[in-house]
């Protein structure tokens, strides 16, 4: 299970409020194009199809997530934002890629025992560059959407004022 967390001063924000930073996050959802999105009170909840490899942005921050939730709590002080979410699509889309070298390879009546190891080397480096580059970006894309927002709700006190 990946985690990360990030927080909302709510003395830096005086009128922000759950449900605000819940809607924040529900669009950014959308935005990313994940598949399917649930809200329960402090948390969203997601699901990315994981077979739907084409109609998804190439740049689609969640896309190596197959389930997961962002949960808001709030504290004396903060809102802490956590996210949670199962990496396994990005199994699912490194396997289907190896079973597609495999496949392909036997239609062609050239299947053999390497081209299986060769397929299963492929599973093992894009599986594991995939989880390497998520585990090392998505943390920073995290800290990045939460300064857009506390950018955003800055611009919006400042026209309120």
Do not use: H
Not at 43 to 64: A, D, E, G, V, W
Not at 78 to 107: E, N, T
Not at 132 to 148: C, I, M, S, V
Request: aromatic share 18%; glycine share 4%; charged share 20%.
């Amino acid at each position: 299970m990946f985690t990360t967390t990030t927080t909302f001063s709510k003395a830096q924000f005086p009128n922000i409020s759950m449900p605000l930073l819940i809607d924040i996050y529900k669009q950014e959802l959308e935005y990313q194009e994940i598949s399917d999105i649930s809200r329960e009170y402090n948390t969203l909840y997601f699901l990315n199809n994981p077979y739907n490899f084409f109609q998804n942005k190439l740049t689609n921050r969640f896309s190596n997530f197959l389930i997961g939730k962002i949960t808001i709590e709030e504290t004396q002080n903060d809102y802490v934002v956590c996210l949670q979410a199962d990496m396994s699509r990005l199994l699912i889309k490194a396997g289907l890629f190896a079973a597609l070298i495999c496949l392909s390879f036997w239609i062609m009546g050239s299947f053999n025992w390497a081209i299986f190891l060769f397929a299963l080397a492929i599973f093992i480096v894009f599986s594991g560059s995939a989880y390497g580059l998520t585990a090392f970006t998505f943390p920073k894309y995290f800290t990045r959407l939460r300064n857009e927002i506390e950018r955003l709700l800055q611009e919006e006190m400042r026209k309120r004022a």
